[in-house]
């Protein structure tokens, strides 16, 4: 067992609603699973409320306020009670962190409640070292890796140093960085069926920097970037552009589950 | 309105992507304003700060618009210069020619403006008998080339020098046809030397105005060739148009603005030439022009100012949003479809010309922040986006496919009972589909997708339903 030593205030165990996310929680479990081993080995006591599903992102970005309002209201209600919440997304925690509260500006009754979340809500890397201070994970993989930011985790929350603050107590793995990793992979939700020629040149801005290490995984904390660049990835190796590139998420190396297939790839 | 292609965004960027030259051009931008940008910023310490007081400047001025700009008019006119007030394009396109046909004027020389771009000064002034000249490098360029310009301060960053070598060949006819223009320093010296005599020819220069400063009834122009002071100081009347927002009170706050706007724009600390014109020549002067006019456009920037976007009005137009936006980047500036490209042109454009006809410039955005990230003034362009697609929303202007799509996903998200009978059990199913490859090549309704990616399989059954089996 990984002996990563939470503060002290925290050995009865802070009780985290781990907001799994509809994309992990459809495509990936296993990006869930390494969350609430992180969690769980950081002294947290998890729980994950049944009424979850989307932030409401989606809704919110294509400016239908009324669905996102509806959607965020059932996150409010299900996570307000408790005394973290973590998400393995910095776009979902963004969200809910920077965004319900804009959604919910001209609303009495709902403004206290989205603040008081908004301000217990945390990316997972970020939670990690900025509230828990994980120091010294017991975990070790024998790769080199490079990790790609996800824009709404670096620039609304400040994302950046955490993840690479963790990846650094991994035995064995080195980190190079690649030179576009603060640029957009061109996901953007919706973005990427909605303006897909224009996504797609930018996932291919991001592979051709990507190629230009050694890195033989990427990492990345948000699994629709991560979807992306490896969707972008395999159909270039069908055609035939040798890569073998892998894209993983961060949480499964730092809870050294990595005996799992990465992202696109069948297990076995 | 001028000549807008907006509404067909997304064959522009169909073309603009196939564009090899225009993508190829495109290159310079991240080693050219991107890099300089950082270390002029890094230089500079109090860089953060500066951004601070340039938007708290705006901000000021913005509320307190009117009584500026009826301070700017007094002091303009106490110089001896006239303001003229333009509602919209055709009062100021009126105005401008009034002012030429009083001083019988056959050419105008012209400062960049992007005002100029926005009201079609150009194509006016030719079919009323009246040549302008552009004396910007870029400008010129793009006039010769007959194309608007891709960018704010870089109008002709999408040609690349061997369509700039043709242009001149094709257009120069009386020089040799075999002359070497291989050379960046042969195209610039070519450009000047025929701008020299049109420079001393022209009987009125017409320029833009960076700033407009209310306490002493001054234009303030940037320029890194040196052509918009011979634009504003040989001709016998001198024309500055502007739009409303480039009111700032005094000379002080014009400082702390220049101070972000070059390291923003180009990442030079100034630039090369920064000149403030206040009236026409007084009699002790050496040279100016005998007349001073200002035209002061609106076109449809009150409304702004009184609604959701009036942040858009602090913009300085440096470019930098542009510049460090991967869209823009992809796609260069005309994809866009009218004058004002990249964040602030998918903010401005729809302000000024409707929503109906640039509906899709503001959902064109991965919201990535970059532009808010690198804008002097600290507009939150992901926010203001975000406001325009409210409106897309509201006024059903989504595409139908993108519309149902999420209507179908929000009655999911809405109810996570049926959202774990229905989504949760069956993408098992769905991950058997994808067998030993673990990825699908094509997936009905998700073509935007599929046809250049491949779209990862899920594990099998949802963390949820796992979590479930887990904790019995």
Known sequence: ????????????????????????????????????????????????????????????????????????????????????????????????????PKLFA??????????????????????????????????????????HDSCAGLRELGVKDQPRQLLAQVEGLIIEEYEEAETCCGFGGTFCVKYSDISDHMVGK?????????????????????????????????????????????????????????IGEANG | MVRSTS??????????????????????????????????????????????????????????????????????????????????EDEARAIILEICQQADAKTVTKGKSMIGEEIGINEYLEVNDIVPIETDLGEYIIQLRGEMPSHIIAPAVHVTKEQVAEAFKKTHTDLAPDRSLEDPDDLLSEARAMLRD????????????????????????????????????????????????KIVPTLEDVTTLLRVLARSATGQEMSSYTTFSTGPRREADLDGPAEYHVVILDNGRTDLLAGDFSEMLRCIRCGACLNHCPVYNAVGGHAYGWVYPGPMGAVLTPGLMG??????????????????????????????????????????????KTKWGLKWWAMFAKRPALYHFLVGMKMQVVAKFAGKKGHFKSIMLMSGWTDSRNFPAPQGKTFQALWKERNK
Request: net charge negative; aromatic share 6%.
């Open chain 1, 106 to 147: 001209d609303d009495l009754e709902m403004t206290p409640r989205v603040f008081n979340l908004a301000k217990k809500t945390y990316e997972l890397t970020s939670f990690l070292i900025d509230v828990m201070n994980i120091q010294d994970l017991d975990v070790s993989l024998d790769q080199k890796v490079t990790y």
């Open chain 1, 206 to 262: 991001s592979i051709d920097a990507l190629s230009e290490t050694d890195a033989e995984v990427v990492l990345g904390g948000d699994l629709g970037c991560l979807m992306n660049i490896q969707g972008k990835l395999s159909r270039l190796k069908d055609e035939g552009k040798e890569s073998n590139l892998k894209v993983r998420h961060v949480a499964e190396v730092l809870a050294g589950m990595t005996d799992t297939a990465p």
């Open chain 2, 355 to 400: 929503l109906d006809e640039a509906s899709h410039l503001p959902q064109a955005s991965t919201l990535c922040g970059k532009c808010e990230e690198v804008c002097p003034v600290r507009i939150p362009l992901p926010a203001l986006l975000r406001r325009w697609r409210d409106q897309v929303f509201e006024r059903d202007l989504t595409d139908w």
């Open chain 2, 7 to 88: 509404s067909q965004f997304k064959s522009n960027v169909k073309e603009a992507l196939a564009n090899e030259q225009l993508q190829h051009a495109l290159k310079s931008i991240k080693t050219g304003f991107v890099a300089k940008r950082k270390i002029a910023s890094e230089r500079l310490e109090e860089f953060e700060e500066l951004r601070d007081q340039a938007r708290d400047i705006k901000t000021h001025t913005i509320a307190h618009m009117d009584v500026y700009l009826e301070i700017y008019q007094q002091n303009v006119e106490a110089s001896g210069g006239h303001v003229h007030w333009a509602a919209n």
């Open chain 1, 1 to 100: 067992m990984p002996n990563s030593s939470p503060k002290a205030s925290f050995s009865s165990g802070s009780k985290v609603g781990l907001f799994v996310t509809c994309l992990v929680d459809l495509m990936r479990p296993s990006v869930g699973f390494a969350s609430v081993k992180l969690l769980e080995d950081a002294g947290c006591q998890i729980f994950v409320p049944e009424s979850q599903t989307c932030c409401g992102q989606p809704a919110y970005n294509a400016g239908d306020t009324k669905d996102a309002k509806d959607i965020a209201r059932l996150i409010v209600d299900a996570f307000e009670e408790f005394e973290y919440v973590v998400a393995p997304s910095g776009s979902c925690a963004g969200m809910i962190k920077e965004h319900y």
């Open chain 2, 198 to 245: 049109k420079f001393i020819e022209a009987d009125v220069g017409l320029t833009g105005a960076n700033f407009l400063i209310a306490e002493t009834g001054t234009s303030v122009i940037v320029t890194n060739e040196g052509n918009g002071d011979l634009t504003q100081t040989l001709p016998k009347v001198h024309i500055a148009l502007a739009s409303i927002e």
